[in-house]
């Protein structure tokens, strides 16, 4: 055959056959559903209070994994790692409702699905965390809206990859709602013996028993129970359409449940989610396990995206971290997931974890703010204030106290396996210093190998990030990772000295974290601490000067370091002004006199982004974060109404 032939020939087939013949290719629908804030609390798990046969039925036709385990314990950063294949702290869109911009090849894997012939319709949530978002769904998504279905494809014969978040199981159901709007739009959907007795919950030892407790708990079943009823309805569709026999179908959750000490923590309340796969008998073959069987292996959100493209023959693009466990060629099994937790709304944290087959590591890089801070979205739940009252009582039992606590403990190890609830930490064990010795060296190995962008001060990230990504920056040769997350490592551990030393330092970040230890110290600070606090005031990082400035007010020298937050609520950059109000929040009658200066901080977040904005409708960027700065605000000059 000659060359021009052959090119006529190939043109021919680009033009006119193409399509043609991707979709003869035998490929299958993939369908996943997903249930938002829900940890593996269904009848297939072993949960004794819940009542979800249609997920019970869906278990036993599919591959269940008991050790599934979600990137992050909130939605929106999870939700980068689902649709990009990669860790975020990796890229840079770790926080909460992040602005930072991806490189133009992140597509999001569903593009790629999209060249190869699939109908691709995502309904209904589109919050991955970036900058260029509405970029990610354009090119991910042939129809992403409430509306979308595989029905409204253009050809039946089209394969197609379709998603459904059910909100049903969200925070806002089971726990901000008022109760009567929960009870017209939730429970009314169920039968009265589907609707959970709050006398015959069970409620986990870190809860007080008290009846705001175990109401709580009980509607957060039934949201439970309504979202399985959205499932049975789905499934049925599928059914109907003559589709489930060409369908490889996912359940699985963005997270563990919204309910306290759960959403938001690294512990696995914050982590396990439920993970089925059901197989029809055509595609059986690339199954692990027969139907009704377990699978036992360890499987993260980073690698779910790479797992679809196998199912369908796509290449997976090298940038992907994620490993297939599905498929013709699926990957080794992990030895490892990672988690992380960063600024969630308002509320600033840094940890991360690691987990094995049997264990969990977690590295609080700051100890001096407890697990239950207050947070404005989820403390219009009654049950937040529960635990509230509770710490204010001084009668917490040991495992309430490590939740509702002012502290945490700088390490936590857990044996899950006979500690499932994560109540017993072993970091100070001499019977596991070799388990807390390698978890710990497998957290510090990964951070590195994947440049780490929580270690960065969100500020100084943004800046390094500008003309680029961070994905592209983190690559580089700019950062000294190594350096950074030695002086990380010495939150909660190393001598005062030792942290005035990278106080000292020409790179912000390791004087951020210099700061930042003194900061976290248990004990009264040394004079030569103070003195170096009080230079750090005038430091040339934002990030820096509000960390010395919290440091120094917390230790009874207010002046001049809250003359300094109040300057930084004047900042151009609203990641700067949300640093400085969430510190003034904190710290309450020690920061009385930036009253009027938070009254016009509040007024111009407003400015920004209205107060009778919903806080659901993502607008990463200054919008949302003008949001959170107003969550502060208004907390603040409500302790002194």
Same mark, same amino acid.
């Given at each position: 055959?000659?060359?021009? *032939?052959?090119?006529?020939?190939?043109?021919?087939?680009?033009?006119? $056959?193409?399509?043609?013949?991707?979709?003869?290719?035998?490929?299958?629908?993939?369908?996943?559903?997903?249930?938002?804030?829900?940890?593996?609390?269904?009848?297939?798990?072993?949960?004794?209070?819940?009542?979800?046969?249609?997920?019970?039925?869906?278990?036993?036709?599919?591959?269940?994994?008991?050790?599934?385990?979600?990137?992050?314990?909130?939605?929106?950063?999870?939700?980068?790692?689902? =649709?990009?294949? !990669?860790?975020?702290?990796?890229?840079?869109?770790?926080?909460?409702?992040?602005?930072?911009?991806?490189?133009?090849?992140?597509?999001?894997?569903?593009?790629?699905?999209?060249?190869?012939? *699939?109908?691709?319709? &995502? &309904?209904?949530?589109?919050?991955?965390?970036?900058?260029? *978002?509405?970029?990610?769904?354009?090119?991910?998504?042939?129809?992403?809206?409430?509306?979308?279905?595989?029905?409204?494809?253009? @050809?039946?014969?089209?394969?197609?990859?379709?998603?459904?978040?059910?909100?049903?199981?969200?925070?806002?159901?089971?726990?901000?709602?008022?109760?009567?709007?929960f009870k017209d739009e939730i429970q009314s959907k169920l039968s009265n013996d589907q609707i959970h007795?709050?006398?015959? +919950?069970?409620?986990?030892?870190?809860?007080?028993?008290?009846?705001?407790?175990?109401?709580?708990?009980?509607?957060?079943?039934?949201?439970?129970?309504?979202?399985?009823?959205?499932?049975?309805?789905?499934?049925?569709?599928?059914?109907?359409?003559?589709?489930? $026999?060409?369908? +490889?179908?996912?359940?699985?959750?963005?997270?563990?449940?919204?309910?306290?000490?759960?959403?938001?923590?690294?512990?696995?309340?914050?982590?396990? +989610?439920?993970?089925?796969?059901?197989?029809?008998?055509?595609?059986? #073959?690339?199954?692990?396990?027969?139907?009704?069987?377990?699978?036992?292996?360890?499987?993260?959100?980073?690698?779910?995206?790479?797992?679809?493209?196998?199912?369908?023959?796509?290449?997976?693009?090298?940038?992907?971290?994620?490993?297939?466990?599905?498929?013709?060629?699926?990957? @080794?099994?992990?030895?490892?997931?990672?988690?992380?937790?960063?600024?969630?709304?308002?509320?600033?944290?840094?940890?991360?974890?690691?987990?094995?087959?049997?264990?969990?590591?977690?590295?609080?890089?700051?100890?001096? #703010? $407890?697990?239950?801070?207050?947070?404005?979205?989820?403390?219009?739940?009654?049950?937040?204030?529960?635990?509230?009252?509770?710490? /204010?009582?001084?009668?917490?039992?040991?495992?309430?106290?490590?939740?509702?606590?002012?502290?945490?403990?700088?390490?936590?190890?857990?044996?899950?396996?006979?500690?499932?609830? &994560?109540?017993?930490?072993?970091?100070?064990?001499?019977?596991? /210093?070799?388990?807390?010795?390698?978890?710990?060296?497998?957290?510090?190995?990964?951070? =590195?190998?994947?440049?780490?962008?929580?270690?960065?001060?969100?500020?100084?990230?943004?800046?390094?990030? @500008?003309?680029?990504?961070?994905?592209?920056?983190?690559?580089?040769?700019?950062?000294?990772?190594? @350096?950074?997350?030695?002086?990380?490592?010495?939150?909660?551990?190393?001598?005062?000295?030792?942290? =005035?030393?990278?106080?000292?330092?020409?790179?912000?970040?390791?004087?951020?974290?210099?700061?930042? $230890?003194?900061?976290?110290?248990?004990? !009264?600070?040394?004079?030569?601490?103070?003195i170096a606090l009080e230079k750090a005031l005038e430091d040339s990082s934002p990030s820096v000067r509000i960390e010395a400035a919290n440091a120094l007010i917390?230790?009874?020298?207010?002046?001049?370091?809250?003359?300094?937050?109040?300057?930084?609520?004047? #900042?151009? &950059?609203?990641?700067?002004?949300?640093?400085?109000?969430?510190?003034?929040?904190?710290?309450?009658?020690?920061?009385?006199?930036?009253?009027?200066?938070?009254?016009?901080?509040? /007024?111009?977040?407003?400015?920004?982004?209205?107060?009778?904005?919903?806080?659901? =409708?993502?607008?990463?960027?200054?919008?949302?974060?003008?949001?959170?700065?107003?969550?502060?605000?208004?907390?603040?000059?409500?302790?002194?109404?």
């Amino acid at each position: 055959m000659n060359r021009v *032939y052959l090119s006529l020939l190939l043109f021919f087939l680009n033009i006119t $056959g193409f399509q043609s013949l991707l979709l003869a290719q035998e490929r299958p629908n993939i369908l996943w559903i997903t249930a938002e804030d829900m940890s593996p609390v269904l009848g297939c798990y072993g949960e004794k209070d819940a009542v979800t046969p249609n997920i019970d039925i869906l278990a036993k036709e599919s591959v269940l994994y008991p050790l599934a385990f979600a990137s992050a314990p909130v939605c929106s950063p999870s939700r980068s790692c689902l =649709i990009q294949g !990669a860790l975020p702290p990796s890229m840079g869109t770790q926080h909460m409702r992040s602005g930072f911009p991806l490189p133009s090849s992140f597509t999001g894997f569903p593009s790629l699905l999209a060249t190869r012939g *699939y109908y691709t319709s &995502n &309904n209904v949530k589109t919050d991955y965390n970036s900058g260029n *978002y509405q970029q990610i769904i354009e090119q991910s998504w042939m129809e992403s809206s409430a509306d979308a279905h595989w029905r409204k494809r253009s @050809k039946n014969e089209m394969p197609f990859f379709s998603v459904f978040n059910l909100m049903t199981s969200h925070q806002s159901r089971s726990m901000v709602w008022p109760y009567e709007k929960f009870k017209d739009e939730i429970q009314s959907k169920l039968s009265n013996d589907q609707i959970h007795n709050p006398t015959d +919950i069970t409620l986990p030892p870190y809860y007080p028993d008290t009846p705001v407790v175990r109401k709580t708990v009980a509607r957060f079943h039934d949201c439970v129970s309504a979202m399985d009823q959205e499932v049975g309805e789905i499934l049925g569709q599928l059914k109907e359409d003559g589709l489930a $026999g060409n369908t +490889i179908v996912f359940f699985f959750s963005d997270h563990g449940s919204g309910m306290p000490r759960h959403k938001r923590a690294l512990l696995d309340s914050g982590m396990h +989610i439920p993970l089925l796969v059901r197989f029809p008998t055509k595609w059986q #073959h690339l199954a692990p396990a027969k139907p009704g069987k377990k699978a036992d292996r360890l499987v993260s959100f980073v690698d779910f995206g790479p797992t679809v493209l196998n199912l369908t023959g796509t290449t997976i693009p090298k940038h992907m971290q994620g490993k297939p466990f599905l498929g013709p060629d699926p990957a @080794k099994k992990r030895k490892y997931v990672y988690g992380h937790r960063d600024r969630v709304d308002e509320v600033r944290d840094f940890a991360r974890s690691v987990r094995d087959q049997r264990y969990l590591y977690i590295r609080n890089y700051m100890p001096h #703010h $407890g697990y239950n801070q207050t947070t404005a979205w989820p403390d219009i739940g009654e049950i937040r204030h529960a635990f509230y009252k509770l710490a /204010k009582s001084g009668k917490m039992t040991p495992s309430q106290e490590h939740f509702a606590g002012p502290r945490r403990q700088i390490e936590e190890l857990y044996d899950c396996q006979e500690d499932p609830l &994560n109540l017993e930490n072993l970091a100070g064990s001499s019977k596991h /210093k070799k388990v807390l010795e390698r978890m710990r060296g497998e957290h510090l190995r990964y951070a =590195i190998k994947i440049r780490d962008w929580g270690f960065i001060p969100e500020y100084e990230a943004w800046e390094m990030s @500008k003309g680029s990504s961070g994905w592209k920056v983190g690559k580089s040769d700019r950062i000294e990772w190594e @350096k950074i997350i030695e002086a990380a490592e010495k939150v909660g551990r190393a001598k005062p000295a030792d942290l =005035i030393q990278n106080v000292k330092s020409e790179d912000a970040s390791i004087r951020y974290w210099g700061v930042m $230890g003194l900061g976290a110290h248990e004990h !009264a600070l040394t004079n030569a601490s103070m003195i170096a606090l009080e230079k750090a005031l005038e430091d040339s990082s934002p990030s820096v000067r509000i960390e010395a400035a919290n440091a120094l007010i917390r230790n009874r020298n207010p002046q001049p370091a809250l003359a300094v937050l109040i300057h930084e609520l004047e #900042h151009k &950059n609203l990641i700067v002004v949300t640093h400085a109000a969430r510190t003034i929040e904190l710290l309450g009658e020690k920061a009385k006199k930036a009253l009027p200066a938070m009254k016009a901080c509040l /007024k111009r977040a407003y400015a920004v982004r209205p107060p009778d904005l919903s806080p659901v =409708i993502v607008l990463p960027g200054d919008q949302d974060m003008a949001m959170f700065v107003g969550f502060s605000c208004d907390a603040f000059l409500k302790k002194f109404e």
